[in-house]
């Protein structure tokens, strides 16, 4: 999980993983790791889900934080546009640096929001692909099924 500092990527982590909220904000330092195994499919599938920290980007993210890896999840605030343009950012860099990685967009904090959010993230050439609140619960499950999904899928066809 990438994104800027505070758009909720541990609270999505947390909500996912153990099904709590936490109103607290506490700033991750460098890396949490959380697991998670679950049936999909008649398949038993184990997570194990990386929340890094805002400082670790693309250019500086050490390349141990990547070996392995299947996926990213970029993870922006919808109420601070300024955490979408990070995401935009980010995601061309490790598109760059790591082409085979399956992703996925996440615009968190909707429970914040006064109207649903207009997608206008393509004008961007980044496409959100769900829309979710940790704090409510909403999509987080879902969110989490899109990137498995496409493990899924990819695992088929191999």
Same mark, same amino acid.
């Given at each position: ?12 982590? *947390?909500?996912? =993983? ?7 904000? &506490?700033?991750? /330092?460098?890396?949490? /790791?959380?697991?998670? *195994? /679950? ?7 184990? &997570? &194990? ?33 300024? *955490? ?36 206008? +993230? ?9 829309? =979710? +609140?940790?704090?409510?619960? *909403? ?7 899109? &990137? /498995? ?10």
């Amino acid at each position: 999980m990438i994104g800027a500092f505070a758009v909720g990527k541990t609270s999505l982590v *947390t909500k996912y =993983t153990t099904g709590l909220f936490s109103e607290e904000y &506490l700033s991750t /330092i460098g890396v949490n /790791i959380k697991n998670k *195994t /679950i049936e999909y499919e008649d398949k038993i599938v184990h &997570l &194990l889900i990386w929340d890094i920290a805002d400082i670790v980007t693309y250019q500086n993210i050490p390349k141990s934080y990547l070996k392995g890896s299947h996926g990213i999840i970029l993870v922006y605030d919808l109420t601070r546009k300024e *955490t979408f343009n990070r995401i935009c950012n980010e995601f061309k860099g490790f598109l760059e640096t790591s082409p085979n990685l399956k992703k996925i967009v996440i615009g968190n904090k909707s429970d914040l929001l006064d109207q649903p959010v207009a997608d206008n +993230s393509s004008e961007l050439g980044v496409i959100t692909d769900i829309v =979710t +609140s940790a704090k409510s619960g *909403t999509n987080v499950e879902q969110a989490f099924q899109l &990137l /498995i999904d496409q493990f899924i899928a990819e695992s088929s066809i191999a």
